[in-house]
């Protein structure tokens, strides 16, 4: 059996020196040694964001607050990366969670705010809000 902390170490270090791919590899046997740690769940989102696969980072932070309901980081990130992928009303239900565990949460307020705004923009810019209306009853 592989030392956990000593894969979790040695991910991290790969990490640190941009060596994502490597650090993958070694979350995802830490992740196959013991699937119900959601911090190695949290380290794989954190890597597969910063290599920009976002559904895949989004999914990996889903699977540590499935894990721990209470993980507040994974929450945020999970937003996060829901932002990245434009599905703005799905990350304001993260951010939601977020703050409903962290009440304090500044950033996971603002991240909200800014989903918020997103949406609102989405909806003013649309073809039918602007130019002739569109009929839908004669």
Known sequence: MPDIRGLSDKAHEFAESGQYEKAL???????????NNPNAWYNKGILLFKMCRYQDARNSFAQATDIDP????????KGIALMNLKKYLEAIRAFDKAIAINP????????RDQAQKKI????????????????LFK
């Open 25 to 35: 590899e070694l979350v995802n046997r830490e992740i196959k040694t013991d699937a």
């Open 70 to 77: 209470e993980f507040v980081e994974a929450w945020y990130n």
């Open 104 to 111: 304090d949460d500044r950033e996971a307020r603002q991240q």
């Open 120 to 135: 609102m923009e989405s909806c003013s810019s649309s073809p039918s809000s602007s130019g002739k209306q569109t009929k």
